[in-house]
């Protein structure tokens, strides 16, 4: 659970043989129109629910299309035939901060179905990136680890900076590889990283589980409240798949005074270099709509914000 229950280098280098690989088709060619999908979080919180059962804030799309890319929100009402096809046609997926059943619910099943078929894609060397934050990285370790492996790691409305790993130091990064001297030292230093949850995956459970293991590295870890270290950033040793445990949506476009958004200019640059990379990823998708009627009558355009910051601590919702 996080605070929202109350409220992609497109080359990528060859740094090792375990890191997922674009295709020979992929390295010789760019997408410049990547589509990143959305996967909409089911609203649990009372005052939401008159508005729809489902939501996106607008802190993530503008995060997404600050990067350069175009969002598609993705329901959780659709058949396994209809998400087979949309996974072909975006260049990548989010999945969001929020709160709910991360084995059961409606939201977990589709998380699933796309996790699968990112699997299957990049095996057979079509390259497909899964970005996940908060409620996101914890439900990429249960997809990975196949049980709920969470403990409480309590650590709400707190900003800090990163316990960059041992593993961080000597496994070169393609989430932090870009980035300057002084941001990585202001990472370590500052409180550029919005926490906003009461439950991780702590770094013992982590090292003593082999599917996490083998599958993650673990770029950071943070203590939390209670005294549980916990883990904060982790990234694909084979797969292009990323994940923080803090929300870098934050930095930019929440502005809550009640709330600890870093704002800092280390901060709004961390969120901003985090954007360009994931939409860097999605230009390594060649994944594309039919034409582009079915392609703009897919997009976020097609909707309209709610004002929220009045009820939540959301400036602005897409309902659904």
């Given at each position: 659970?996080?605070?929202?229950?109350?409220?992609?280098?497109?080359?990528?280098?060859?740094?090792?043989?375990?890191?997922?690989?674009?295709?020979?088709?992929?390295?010789?060619?760019?997408?410049?129109?990547?589509?990143?999908?959305?996967?909409?979080?089911?609203?649990?919180?009372?005052?939401?629910?008159?508005?729809?059962?489902?939501?996106?804030?607008?802190s993530y799309v503008k995060y997404i299309e600050s990067g350069g890319c175009r969002v598609?929100?993705?329901?959780?009402?659709?058949?396994?035939?209809?998400?087979?096809?949309?996974?072909?046609?975006?260049?990548?997926?989010?999945?969001?901060?929020?709160?709910?059943?991360?084995?059961?619910?409606?939201?977990?099943?589709?998380?699933?179905?796309?996790?699968?078929?990112?699997?299957?894609?990049?095996?057979?060397?079509?390259?497909?990136?899964?970005?996940?934050?908060?409620?996101?990285?914890?439900?990429?370790?249960?997809?990975?680890?196949?049980?709920?492996?969470?403990?409480?790691?309590?650590?709400?409305?707190?900003?800090?900076?990163?316990?960059?790993?041992?593993?961080?130091?000597?496994?070169?990064?393609?989430?932090?590889?870009?980035?300057?001297?002084?941001?990585?030292?202001?990472?370590?230093?500052?409180?550029?990283?919005?926490?906003?949850?009461?439950?991780?995956?702590?770094?013992?459970?982590?090292?003593?589980?082999?599917?996490?293991?083998?599958?993650?590295?673990?770029?950071?870890?943070?203590?939390?409240?209670?005294?549980?270290?916990?883990?904060?950033?982790?990234?694909?040793?084979?797969?292009?798949?990323?994940?923080?445990?803090?929300?870098?949506?934050?930095?930019?476009?929440?502005?809550?005074?009640?709330?600890?958004?870093?704002?800092?200019?280390?901060?709004?640059?961390?969120?901003?270099?985090?954007?360009?990379?994931?939409?860097?990823?999605?230009?390594?998708?060649?994944?594309?709509?039919?034409?582009?009627?079915?392609?703009?009558?897919?997009?976020?355009?097609?909707?309209?914000?709610?004002?929220?910051?009045?009820?939540?601590a959301y400036e602005q919702i897409y309902f659904f």
């Amino acid at each position: 659970m996080d605070f929202s229950a109350f409220v992609c280098s497109f080359f990528i280098c060859c740094f090792c043989c375990s890191k997922a690989m674009p295709t020979t088709l992929n390295q010789d060619a760019v997408n410049d129109r990547p589509v990143i999908g959305i996967l909409t979080q089911i609203v649990s919180d009372e005052v939401m629910k008159p508005f729809g059962g489902t939501y996106i804030p607008s802190s993530y799309v503008k995060y997404i299309e600050s990067g350069g890319c175009r969002v598609m929100p993705i329901r959780l009402t659709l058949t396994t035939a209809e998400y087979e096809s949309i996974f072909q046609k975006i260049n990548g997926l989010i999945f969001i901060g929020g709160t709910g059943d991360l084995e059961k619910s409606d939201f977990a099943r589709v998380a699933k179905i796309f996790y699968r078929l990112a699997l299957t894609a990049n095996d057979a060397g079509d390259f497909f990136p899964i970005w996940g934050t908060c409620m996101g990285l914890q439900l990429l370790t249960v997809l990975v680890a196949g049980e709920n492996l969470l403990e409480n790691t309590s650590a709400e409305n707190i900003a800090l900076p990163l316990n960059l790993t041992t593993g961080y130091k000597a496994y070169t990064s393609r989430m932090f590889g870009d980035f300057p001297d002084d941001l990585m030292k202001a990472l370590k230093h500052e409180p550029l990283t919005g926490n906003f949850h009461r439950y991780g995956v702590t770094v013992k459970t982590f090292q003593e589980n082999e599917k996490l293991q083998s599958f993650f590295s673990v770029l950071s870890t943070n203590v939390a409240e209670n005294g549980a270290h916990f883990v904060s950033t982790i990234e694909g040793k084979r797969y292009p798949f990323y994940a923080v445990q803090w929300h870098p949506e934050v930095n930019r476009f929440q502005w809550d005074k009640k709330l600890n958004f870093p704002h800092s200019r280390h901060a709004v640059q961390l969120s901003s270099l985090l954007a360009d990379f994931f939409a860097n990823e999605g230009r390594s998708s060649l994944h594309q709509f039919d034409n582009p009627e079915e392609e703009a009558a897919s997009l976020i355009y097609n909707y309209t914000p709610v004002y929220a910051a009045n009820f939540t601590a959301y400036e602005q919702i897409y309902f659904f």
